[in-house]
Each structure stands twice: as structure tokens, then as C-alpha cells.
């Protein structure tokens, strides 16, 4: 049986954990500036078990920064995104962009300070439309869902009828 848990931290985080019991993803994970806090809800969650994959749908920092943080705690979890998601991971001024929006955010909700770990963003599996994603017993296609991003992408598993996507879907 899969189970879907809000581990959100902050209004506009975007981060839930899916698991089968034997396999977890983490289906985005939020702002930087919540990055620990998500992290917390998921060890809360998981116990002792390890974060096995990080799906990401998209590059946008309310969606993408916490994975350097989640990383940071669960460094053998590999991250899943489009190929051109990786490629903006890799620009310093796509890096510049997301520090600031999130540095902007974060003040609008009392946080100034923050440990910055962007730097540390990366995808381990990057991927096209169609591709399968073995995840344990779990078989995820990738879809390419263009328009909100070029790099948006979501994720189906068949075989429980699951869709995760990014919100403009």
C-alpha cells in the first residue's frame, strides 16, 4: 500500500513524501529556507529508514531548493528531473536567481538567516519523455509537461493510478 505525506513547512512549500514501505520519494521538496524543516517531517516519517529518490517536477526554487538540504541528511538519495532541469542546476546565474527569490520569500515569512546550500543543487537521474523510472517495486513513467516550465515534468505509476505533477496541471 502507498502512502502520501504532507511534509510541507510553510505556506507555498511544495514537498510530500510517497513510500511503499520499502521504497520513499520525496515528490519535490520545497524552499531552501525550509529545506531542514522538511527534512525533520521526513525522518519523523521514516523513522530509521533511508530517503531512497527525490522526484523533482520542475526547477522553480519553491519546488527544487530544499533537495540540497534533504541531501545534505539522506546524501545516497538520488534525484530525479528533466534533462534541461539539470542543465539550469549547473548555470551560477540560474543559482543567483533562485537564492534571491527564496532570500525574498523567506523575509516575507520572518526568516532572515538561513544556511545556504544551493550551491549543492544537482539531479542524478536526469530524464526524457517516456522514460521509466524503477523505483523499488515501483515503475514511474516521466512525462514532459512543457508550459509552466520547459522543464516540467511529472511522474506516473500505473499501477496505483498515481499522477505527480506540478501545479499548473
Known sequence: MITVKDVRVSPGDSAFLIDDG?????????????GHGVCDKIKAELGGRSLDYIFLTHSHYDHALGSAYVLKEYPN??????EYAKRIFEKPT?????????????????ILEYEDLIDDLRVDIPVCDGDIIEAGDMRFSAISL???????????????K????????
Open 22 to 34: 520499502k521504497t520513499s520519494i520525496l515528490y519535490d521538496s520545497g524552499f531552501a529556507f525550509t
Open 77 to 82: 538519495a538520488r534525484v530525479v528531473a528533466g
Open 94 to 110: 540560474a543559482k543567483a536567481v533562485m537564492r534571491d527569490l527564496d532570500k525574498k520569500f523567506a523575509a516575507t515569512q520572518g
Open 146 to 160: 512543457p508550459g509552466h516550465t520547459r522543464c516540467s515534468f511529472g511522474y506516473y505509476l500505473e499501477s496505483e
Open 162 to 169: 498515481l499522477f505527480l505533477s506540478c501545479e499548473t496541471v
